[in-house]
């Protein structure tokens, strides 16, 4: 049964530090996509990817955040430096396309 | 700028009952609209895809349907099951191609009473 799986899936970390979740796609999908959900925001896209090549990271704070694909098999959010209001659960998808879309577990982060 | 509205944010119903959560969006020119379920602490499932040639989809007891014009989506659940209490998000994507967005809807979160 194949999944998209993220780790960490919990993270707590002071303001001011480093944070990188990762996210496995499923095996021979070819786009790739994290958003962040709280609730007062709701699900908010920040950045997908399209054969590894990054198309829209309009919904992410340029400043803080940034988003990769090192390899096919493995996708990245950094969060540098970390601040409380980006505490959420933030969430990987992948596909073959836009509309079909698997999600991961999510990372629940939280800066205190 | 696309807005997608869930109303009311939380439900509650005894088992047995058949329902309707309604989505309602502000742009009609959508490709798509996609109802999607989410667990506690799990992420999202896609339950239904509707394009906007279409004016409704099913899957077992789920019935989704789409209004264009007045910009309105309901999916209706048939003999709720104490298995469907999750929350139920709507998501639209706009006619703008590979680069579209999928617009979601802050969910209705449902709970159906044993």
């Known amino acids: 049964d194949a999944r998209v799986t993220q780790t960490p899936r919990h993270k707590v970390t002071e303001m001011g530090q480093e944070v990188t979740m990762r996210c496995q796609p499923i095996l021979g999908h070819n786009t790739v996509f994290w958003y962040r959900q709280t609730m007062m925001q709701g699900l908010e896209l920040l950045a997908y990817?399209?054969?590894?090549?990054?198309?829209?990271d309009s919904g992410m704070p340029k400043d803080r955040f940034s988003a990769e694909m090192p390899d096919a098999t493995l996708a990245t959010l950094k969060i540098q430096p970390s601040e409380p209001r980006d505490s959420a659960v933030y969430f990987c998808?992948?596909?073959?396309?836009?509309?079909?879309?698997?999600f991961g577990p999510g990372t629940r982060l939280t800066v205190t | 700028k696309q807005e997608v509205t869930q109303i009311p944010a939380a439900l509650s119903v005894p088992e047995g009952e058949n329902l309707v959560l309604n989505c309602s969006f502000t742009d009609s020119a959508i490709y798509n609209l996609q109802w999607f379920r989410q667990d506690p602490g799990k992420g999202l499932t896609s339950l239904l895809l509707?394009?906007?040639?279409?004016r409704e989809q099913t899957s077992g007891r789920l019935n989704a349907s789409l209004d264009k014009s007045s910009g309105r989506s309901t999916l209706y659940i048939a003999a709720s099951q104490p298995g469907d209490s999750a929350t139920y998000l709507c998501a639209v994507s706009l006619h703008t191609g590979a680069n579209s967005k999928l617009t979601f809807g802050k969910g209705i979160t449902l709970s159906v009473r044993p």
């Open positions: 998808a992948s596909g073959l396309g836009y509309y079909e879309q698997y």
């Open positions: 509707i394009q906007s040639s279409q």
């Open positions: 990817f399209r054969n590894r090549a990054p198309l829209d």
